[in-house]
């Protein structure tokens, strides 16, 4: 390469990069804005604006959760009405089908209550009486449910008894007293009538992992930490939570599940009630 051609080269180099700089710097940049915006879309595609879109996702994510009032349309108002009408029209609902009965120490049900549509669970612990292994229909299917859901999680969760008839619960009680005495029986089993396993609503629920026992240890396990707090998204509660023993008369059961539909159990779950709490506020 001789030395005129590496000059011209020079040179058209020079008003190459020239007319680059006097593209980016000119006043009159619609040329090559024009350019990005053709190749890739509105503005709003450029890096620094896809920032605040990624912000706005965010807050719309955190609004759903918490939407503040007065960022609220006035269109929403309505909404939030119909909601507190579904919700109350479903706790309703839930009363009416004898899914929010009150069965404890102080409320008893009647010896020849006998719910009308058991309906027989599929998973069970082998070992145990078969005239347990029922629930009504509603409460089954919810049952069904949730222990598909805990599968899907690789856990194995199975029940030991749900329905108990009166004499059945008599049979339970007064094998009990004979054992520890009245007075202990009285904090760990119901007499009969008092039992709400005689509702068809409730049911016993543990895992290989304790040896398919009924044992606060099941609390512990991953299989218990799940229930306790994935019952309610398929109606059920906890019954006795730890230290609720003077509301509800009884012991921490970690495995006893009461179902009492999705709604009712949501909110017994978020505000950490127990069902004796819950229906009074509901009084109120
Ligand atoms: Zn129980």
Do not use: C
Request: aromatic share 10%.
């Amino acid at each position: 390469m001789d030395s005129k051609r590496i000059k011209i080269l020079i040179v058209v180099s020079l008003m190459v990069m020239e007319g680059f700089v006097w593209t980016i710097t000119s006043p009159i940049s619609a040329w090559s804005l024009g350019i990005i915006g053709g190749a890739d879309g509105p503005e709003k595609i450029i890096i620094s604006d896809k920032g605040t879109e990624d912000r706005n996702t965010q807050k719309d994510n955190e609004d759903l959760e918490n939407p503040p009032k007065e960022d609220r349309p006035p269109g929403d108002e309505p909404a939030q009405t119909e909601n507190e009408k579904t919700r109350k029209a479903l706790i309703q609902e839930a009363k009416e089908k004898g899914l929010l009965i009150l069965v404890n120490k102080q409320h008893t049900v009647d010896r020849n209550y006998k719910p009308e549509d058991l309906k027989e669970i599929r998973y069970y612990a082998p070992d145990r009486s078969a005239s347990s292994r029922y629930m009504r229909a509603e409460a089954a299917d919810a049952f069904h449910k949730l222990v598909e859901a805990a599968a899907l999680e690789n856990m194995e969760l199975v029940m030991t008894t749900a329905y108990r008839s009166y004499d059945f619960q008599k049979t339970l009680f007064d094998n009990y007293v004979a054992k520890e005495g009245e007075e202990a029986a009285n904090r760990y089993s119901a007499k009969p009538g008092q039992s709400e396993h005689q509702t068809g609503l409730s049911v016993d629920v543990t895992s290989a992992s304790v040896g398919y026992q009924l044992t606060d240890k099941f609390g512990e396990t991953k299989e218990g930490i799940w229930l306790a707090e994935h019952a309610h998204l398929f109606g059920f509660i906890i019954r006795f939570p730890e230290g609720k023993e003077a509301i509800t008369g009884y012991l921490y059961e970690p495995w006893h599940i009461r179902y009492v539909g999705v709604e009712a159990a949501t909110e017994i779950y978020e505000q950490g009630l127990t069902l004796e709490e819950y229906l009074d506020q509901q009084s109120e």
